[in-house]
């Protein structure tokens, strides 16, 4: 005997399988780091060793500091202007880009670091003089960043990163090397090495001696990650740091020569590069600039910048 059954009685079974199908399913994105090219000019690969990276994410650029000059690249790697040669504007150290297109650069002179602000072709407008900065957040800065119409200035021997308006004008001071506990012993060894400031305004550095990399937020609330170790997401000797519009967070471990990847949690995703000679691999990644979805690894051994597309699936 055939029976019939209504369907009013199988919709709600078939509604709780379906669930169940759509929430037992792994929803996780998986990111994926490819390599593209590297930095080049019309003579082919530029050999750029330990450059300093900065990126200019309103005009899709890229700013690497070498040998105290500037050059400049497009999205696509390609070299389309340099200014500095000759130390015109002094020992450029380092150097950050405005909203408006100003360029902010830091040099070495001798006795101090000057601030100078010039125009997009490099050619300088003012001095951009510290003021009102405090005797205990005195300091000699070996990076700059700019970020909503602040720049972060950092002293990395000293720990001591300063705010200031665009004009110089002192706004808040961090003593870095205060935040650490006891058992991280702060003392004259534990420089930060890698340095930066995320799309919160919130501080992004690491210490080398430590493992670890530190996330100080705006109201001077300290967040640690990694440590020592071998596996995935822990580290050997660590380096620059960096982070994306999206939340990312961007590491680069020298020894190991892998490039670590953090979500805006600080729980690590995945990793890429690896030691070799391959075009996919990395040799003693130094500097990292991240735009949009590219990411640029500056390299040991005249192996230069290497960019690579960061996709998931």
Request: include cysteine; charged fraction near 20%; aromatic fraction near 12%.
């Amino acid at each position: 005997m055939k029976i019939n059954t209504p369907y009013s009685m199988i919709l709600p079974g078939l509604i709780t399988v379906l669930l169940v199908l759509l929430f037992s399913t792994t929803a996780t994105a998986e990111l994926k780091a490819s390599y593209m090219y590297s930095f080049s000019n019309f003579t082919g690969k530029i050999p750029l060793s330990w450059s300093v990276l900065s990126a200019d994410r309103e005009r899709g650029e890229i700013y690497a500091v070498y040998q105290g000059a500037v050059s400049v690249f497009n999205a696509t790697g390609m070299e389309i202007y340099r200014f500095g040669d000759g130390g015109a504007l002094g020992n450029i150290i380092d150097v950050a880009v405005e909203r408006d297109g100003n360029i902010l650069v830091l040099t070495n002179g001798g006795t101090s670091h000057v601030v100078l602000r010039c125009n997009y072709r490099g050619e300088q407008v003012e001095t951009v003089e510290l003021k009102g900065v405090p005797a205990e957040f005195s300091l000699r800065p070996q990076r700059l960043v700019s970020w909503n119409g602040y720049l972060y200035l950092a002293d990395l021997a000293k720990r001591i990163v300063i705010v200031t308006d665009a004009r110089g004008s002192f706004v808040q001071g961090y003593n870095v090397g205060a935040f650490f506990t006891a058992e991280e012993k702060p003392n004259e060894e534990n420089e930060i090495a890698g340095f930066n400031v995320d799309r919160d305004g919130n501080i992004l550095f690491t210490v080398s001696t430590l493992f670890k990399a530190f996330r100080l937020t705006r109201d001077n609330g300290l967040q640690s990650f990694g440590g020592a170790g071998n596996i995935p997401g822990m580290f050997n000797l660590v380096g620059a740091i960096t982070s994306d519009d999206k939340g990312f967070i961007y590491v680069a471990d020298v020894l190991k020569s892998v490039v670590m990847i953090f979500d805006k949690d600080l729980k690590f995703q995945m990793q890429f590069g690896y030691r070799g000679e391959g075009r996919d691999n990395l040799v003693v990644p130094m500097h990292i600039a991240v735009i949009r979805d590219k990411i640029f690894v500056n390299q040991a051994r005249n192996r230069g910048v290497s960019i690579f597309r960061l996709t998931d699936s």
